[in-house]
């Protein structure tokens, strides 16, 4: 960042990356001693305090050189043509010793409002875009995330990691720091460590969940999810669901063209095996079921994220409505 840059506006659809980019601000921050009394958050979601926000921003620094001041879904709380134009105010005018992030998780075109501050504050604004990788992007990801956490990783071992994770890029550097510590950093990880180290066992499981909803057990449908719950983060097991069920809608709109299992795996640029288990599996349900499923999908991905629901909770309670629906 620039001497002038003092506002940065991290965009995209990518939160891991920009989680990185506000752990690395918040370790660069002197004395760490000081530097949470410098540092101050705030949630644009969460009925902003704009008198407070700007108290915060124009605040001297306590003991040393800057102050950070972090507000995440700056969007959400200046939704009105008046409130843009007091904050943007607040931006043009603000001291060059604090440092203000906006995290905004979703991607901002050109012509929004606050990429045409951003251009017209003559060196003000910093504008990161961190988008999360296409599918065929992964592996290429996935060796250069290795690299930054010290370790190494064969491409073929890549390569079945990229098929398990699809694009989360959290739940990927989970996963890499799992299997660099199982090697003890010592080697290169391989296809063999993923399959045994890594959450294999647990997208078979995932596989399982769908089976059971795509042929009405619901009950063995909700054992599975129990099961998994027990062993598995919430959050990662979630992205796995979500995943699974944007590669049935992919898939179905592929055998609904006539396509077959080599054509799925060659549009959705999957594994044989996977796409073995996408076919059999996107022909037990409808075009309409899936559509259905993938909008409950993003309601409940946005209902935790604003902290309406528990994601264990959001979980049980869509198997238990899906095993009664399908």
């Known amino acids: 960042m620039s001497e002038t840059s003092n506002v940065i506006i991290l965009h995209g659809t990518d939160e891991y990356a920009i989680a990185i980019h506000l752990t690395e601000l918040r370790a660069a921050m002197s004395d ?4 949470e009394m410098n540092i101050a958050q705030f949630d644009g979601r969460a009925g902003l305090n704009f008198e407070a926000l700007n108290t915060a921003v124009n605040a001297i620094p306590f003991l040393a050189a800057r102050r950070l001041v972090i507000l995440a879904h700056p969007l959400a709380a200046f939704s009105s043509p008046s409130l843009r134009k007091k904050f943007n105010t607040l931006l ?6 604090t ?7 979703n991607f901002l075109k050109d012509d929004h409002w606050l990429m045409k501050w951003a251009r017209s504050s003559t060196g003000k604004a910093k504008i990161l875009v961190c988008m999360m990788p296409r599918h065929w992007e992964m592996i290429g990801w996935i060796q250069q995330e290795t690299n930054k956490q010290g370790g190494k990783i064969e491409h073929e071992a890549a390569e079945r990691l990229a098929e398990m994770v699809g694009e989360d890029t959290r739940i990927a550097a989970q996963e890499i720091t799992k299997l660099l510590t199982y090697v003890n950093y010592a080697r290169p990880v391989t296809a063999t460590d993923v399959e045994q ?4 066992s647990a997208q078979g499981s995932v ?8 042929t009405g057990e619901g009950q063995k449908a909700q054992k599975t999810l ?3 719950l027990e062993s598995e983060d919430p959050f990662s097991l979630w992205g796995m669901v979500v995943r699974q069920f944007r590669l049935l809608l992919l898939a179905r709109e592929v055998i609904e063209s006539r396509g077959s299992q080599q054509d ?3 549009a959705l640029g999957i594994h044989s095996y996977v796409a073995q288990k996408v076919y059999s599996q996107a022909r037990r ?4 079921a899936l559509e259905s499923i993938y909008h409950q999908l993003l309601r409940i991905d946005e209902g935790t994220k604003t902290g309406q629901i528990p994601l264990d909770l959001a979980l049980d309670t869509l198997v238990v409505e899906l095993a009664g629906k399908l």
């Not at 043009?92 to 010793?97: E, G, I, Q, S, V």
């Not at 596989?207 to 795509?214: E, I, N, T």
């Open 32 to 35: 760490p001693s000081t530097a």
């Open 92 to 97: 043009t005018n603000m001291p060059p010793t």
């Open 99 to 105: 440092t203000l992030a906006l995290a905004e998780y």
């Open 197 to 200: 180290i890594s959450i294999a």
């Open 207 to 214: 596989f399982d969940l769908v089976d059971a909803l795509g």
């Open 226 to 228: 129990h099961q998994l």
């Open 264 to 266: 799925i795996e060659r």
């Open 285 to 288: 349900f409808t075009m309409s």
